[in-house]
């Protein structure tokens, strides 16, 4: 049996483990911990606390949503994340669309 490939298996199995992942962003290397997948028209987005930006952290701590069709070069690290305070997986703003997000 193979094992999944591409960006969602690895940010879902990001979630459960609460592990970050690496990736690009427009042009930018990030370090992001990842929240929730969710679906919306058809595209899945991704909302996670940048950790990194260029080996760097951002100036203020916040979930951000990235289109998962936007992040390359993703890949897996060891490196834990608490869940971010302000995570709420039924907002309203998924419309009911999260296909999976991290538990506290």
């Not at 936007?70 to 009911?96: A, Q």
Request: proline share 8%.
């Amino acid at each position: 049996m193979t094992e999944p490939q591409g960006p969602a298996p690895t940010i879902f199995e990001a979630i459960v483990r609460k592990a970050c992942v690496t990736a690009t962003y427009n042009r930018t290397d990030v370090v992001l911990a990842p929240h929730a997948i969710w679906t919306r028209h058809g595209d899945m987005f991704v909302d996670a606390v940048t950790v990194r930006l260029n080996g760097n952290p951002p100036r203020e701590t916040k979930l951000g949503t990235f289109k998962l069709i936007g992040l390359s070069n993703i890949g897996r690290t060891d490196e834990p994340f608490e869940v971010f305070e302000g995570f709420n997986p039924i907002d309203d703003k998924y419309g009911g669309e999260v296909v999976f997000a991290v538990e506290r």
